[in-house]
């Protein structure tokens, strides 16, 4: 346990969504073990006592994150949640509620209903019942929806002109963050393909995983992967992580002769028909870059569609970045999903957005092209927000 | 009263009477409904003998039954096991749960034993008890066939009349209320058949916007989970989607569990059920996974158990043997699961290679009791124990083993040794986060922190089979989002936590009843085979033998979490924490 906890503590300063110090995380079997002493251990030893659960976490989130939530938390307008309208809130979070102070009893009522809760002035407190893993991802799904929120919300009230100092000072500062990150960032050389062996494209999907992840195109760890290769698409598990991919990579025939990739990510429909389209593409990356989710998520005619509470499913616009197509459909399969709507829109396309979700695109013989497709179709929505709103 | 009829129907078969109890709101909400309010009414009588006059044949439904709750269509049937002397319980999918709800009634409670066979038909207007004495031996099929498809049926075939412990009650034909011989408590009270025809109504919801609200948002999970819905998943391949899983990360129980590889995996799995029987999607009333398979000529396809346990186990080679056996068990109304580890344990003791041939024969012989089925039918462990080889008996509780080896995930393994019926998968299915990697993945060679998990998943598939749901929609859902559905429904305002509350009195409720039995830690044990011999290394996999020594200390650990004492006994203080003094 002890192990479980330090190996996602260190993924919250990898990630940036925490600082080192900051993290305080406890998961219990038989017997309770933390990763540090705190003023705040007590507390939360009573919610574990509280909840059936095997894990915690509280942590103040790092900037931009936490004037992000500051801001969230003191404009709810009368509501004891946050309501992001993204796709991670609306399948795994549905709302973000905020309690008073950090008291136990408190916290239990909220995390009775929620998979986590924002408690002003100490963070974000969060639960696992298997493994301190969900802490972490909890945790980062919250700061990424919280984003979101923010800049979607920013960009409404700009346009109402009601935008205030405190917003205009959170948002120059979240961008400059990110910008310096991403100009920071030092590219690795990816391999080049096509790949003639079944490990080859193994390592590489491994390689680009990493490099999803190491870049922030993701929130936790989510995203997916894939390469053909002869009959078969090789694809990440279903949450398993970008970044450590080695062993959670299913080989999935395209006759569907074995079910050994029953633990293949949601998204192997699409996958599977995005790499037998007429494009002839070998590569599909998937991440979460957020203002590639942010602006899927801006529309001009929201307030007089009659479709928009139901954007994220029913949209009949054709809308565009640029050249980036935008589409409805949530995760997975079903008549709403992902797997009708992206495989046609991506076909001559270097990628697609999917509403509040994220970014596909496609590599035509290695993950060179799809992670530039990537990086550059981001680069292109931060700075289609920036001219947006400035 | 939302979400139950607030009515138990009381029927004693002895006198060939029956009455109405009003149940109070107070008791719904302390154990929900299925699973729960089934231990609520065994409790009292637990120690009797299954074929004793007092003994009751439990079934009940819960709130969500009869709504557009997804997986709603399930129910619990229970009794005290004749082949374990446990807890027996099954939870049963079919039209069975909402027909009884539909007749108005949350649960219906049979005791006594009726002087000749009977079937008994319960509809709104009550109830009426039907000579049977012609249907003595008639299979689960010609049952079918014969009783109206409008309403549902529980039945029993000829194996539960014939003795075999593992006897199944058998629901609309071929969905089985299995695993622990309820069908020989029904025989005991002469009961062929029940029948149950309801009106055409549906449970009355205090807020059917909420309801539709959290149906959505489980839809929306389900959508998203590769396992059930995906290409490859259980919508598409059934349960059978499971066996090339396994076989790949070789924890499939092959030779009588002494190999964990079976070589002719490939050319065995759902692929080739499909490709060999052209099969159509079926299911529970009320589901739209639609799991159960149905082949051409309206074959009922196997189950990943029955899969694997009539290929690899028996080191058979041929499909339609494997569906052949299905169709012997389910007509003849029998565990598929005691089954083939019965005959695992046969082949063993007699050194014998089963051809086919053997396998159907044998079948046979066990639900007619002729042969050696004499003594198979008492199940892998009597018969281990007549035949002087306790070693080759693969089970726990003497219940036979599913079809993941426990030398393949340490939680399974940990779940077999300390459910309340035996070696069930379905307890805990830690498979959900070992093999399945939901809600994330854990280390399916070590016991670390698998004493809790296991002891929460325990509470969370007891609430959710009280509820009732499907546990299969549990690998996308939580209770997080039953508890809105839950709400809508009743009207009561709750959370997965307080669920999860009931969920952990409902399963210490059993480990009260077991107690009550005589049953302690000596008897929270796996088959020696787990911790002696390795199994099928291979493809970069080691499967050592389990560590004894870890094992124990996970089971003493879980003993800690779940609040007995060190030799598995409840403690006072937790009963009264629970409510249960």
Known sequence: MQSLIEKYVGKLVEQGVCKAEEPLMGSIDADLVWNKRTSENKVLERVIDGLNINSILLSKPSEPYASIINFLITNLNGCDVIYPQDCETRTFLHDIPVVDDLNSEMIITALKVRKAAIIPGYGIVTYGTVSPEQTFITFSSVCFACYVKFFTDYYRDIKNACNTKRQDEIYRNAIDIYSKFIKNFILPKLYNGPFESSERVMEAMVQAGKLVVDLRMVDSFFGNISYKYGDVVYISQTTSS????????????????????????????????????????????????????????????????????????????????????????????????????????????????????????????????????????????????????? | MYGWTGKVLHIDATKRKYEIESLPLSVYKKYIGGKGLSGYYLKDHVSAEYDSYEMPLIFFTGPLNNTISPT???????????????????????????????????????????????????????????DAALLKGATVSEMNLKLSKIGANAVIGPAAENGVMFSNIMVDGHFSAGRNGLGLIMAAKQIKYIYVIGNDATTEVFDKNKLK??????LRLVSASPALMGDLGISNFGTGALYDLMDS????????????????????????????????????????????????????????????????????????????ANVICNDMGMDTISAAVTLGCYKEISNKKLTPEDILLLLNDIAMSTGEGRELKLGSCRYAAIKSVPYASMTVKKMELP???????????????????????????????????????????????????????????????????????????????????????????????????????????????????????????????????????????????????????????????????????????????????
């Open chain 1, 242 to 390: 970008l970044d450590e991919l080695s062993g959670c990579i299913d080989p999935c025939p395209l006759d569907n002769s074995t079910c050994s990739a029953l633990t293949a990510s949601s998204e192997l429909t699409a996958h599977k028909a995005m790499l037998c389209g007429e494009d002839d593409k070998l590569a599909v990356l998937h991440g979460h870059p957020k203002f590639s989710v942010i602006l899927s998520m801006l529309c001009d005619d929201h307030e007089s569609c009659e479709l928009s509470d139901n954007c994220h499913i029913k949209c009949s616009k054709e809308r565009f970045i640029n050249d980036v197509p935008i589409v409805p459909g949530e995760v997975g399969t079903g008549k709403h999903g992902l797997c009708n709507t992206l495989p046609p829109a991506i076909n001559g396309r270097r990628g697609t957005i999917v509403y509040g979700h994220g970014l596909f695109t496609l590599g035509k013989k290695d993950f060179v092209d799809a992670f530039e497709n990537l990086l550059d179709i981001e680069k292109m929505c931060m700075n289609e927000y920036k001219q947006m709103v400035e």
């Open chain 2, 72 to 130: 709603s269509g399930r129910m619990t049937i229970m009794s005290r096991s004749p082949l374990t002397g446990t807890v027996g319980d099954a939870s049963v999918g079919g039209k069975l749960g909402n027909q009884i709800k539909k007749a108005g009634y949350d649960g219906i409670i049979v005791s006594g034993k009726s002087s000749s066979l009977i079937g008994i038909r319960i509809s709104e207007a009550g109830v009426e008890f039907v």
């Open chain 2, 213 to 218: 609200e959290g149906r959505e948002e489980v």
């Open chain 2, 249 to 324: 990360r070789r924890m499939m129980p092959t030779d009588n569990f002494r190999a964990t590889s079976y070589r002719d995996a490939k050319r065995m799995n759902a692929w080739n059920y499909d490709n060999l029987y052209d099969y159509k999607k079926k299911g529970c009333s009320g589901c739209h996974i639609q799991c159960k398979k149905v082949g051409k000529n309206s074959v009922i396809m196997p189950e990943f158990e029955t899969m694997s346990h009539f290929s690899a186990l028996l080191e058979n080679r041929s499909i339609e043997t494997v569906v052949d």
């Open chain 2, 403 to 581: 079809g993941y080896d426990p030398r393949g995930a340490y939680g399974m393994a940990l779940a077999y040794a300390t459910s309340t019926r035996g070696a069930c998968h379905l307890r805990a299915y830690p498979i959900s986060h070992e093999i399945l990697r939901k809600p994330v993945v854990t280390d399916r060679f070590s016991f670390s922190g698998k004493a809790r998990i296991i002891k929460i998943s325990e509470d969370v598939f007891a609430a959710v089979d009280s509820l009732v749901a499907c546990k299969f929609i549990f690998f996308a859902a939580s209770l997080e989002e039953y508890a809105k559905i839950f709400y809508g429904v009743t009207g009561i305002k709750t959370s997965g936590q307080e669920l999860m509350k009931c969920g952990e009195r409902i399963y210490y409720n059993e480990r009260i009843m077991n107690a009550k039995n005589g049953f302690a830690a000596i008897d929270d044990d796996l088959p020696e085979r787990f911790f002696i011999e390795a199994g099928s290394h291979g493809e970069g996999i080691c499967v050592p033998p389990l560590s004894r020594e870890d094992f124990l200390e996970a089971k003493a650990n879980y003993y800690k979490i779940r609040g007995l004492d060190d030799n598995a006994q409840p403690k006072k203080k937790k009963m009264e924490e629970l409510g249960l003094v």
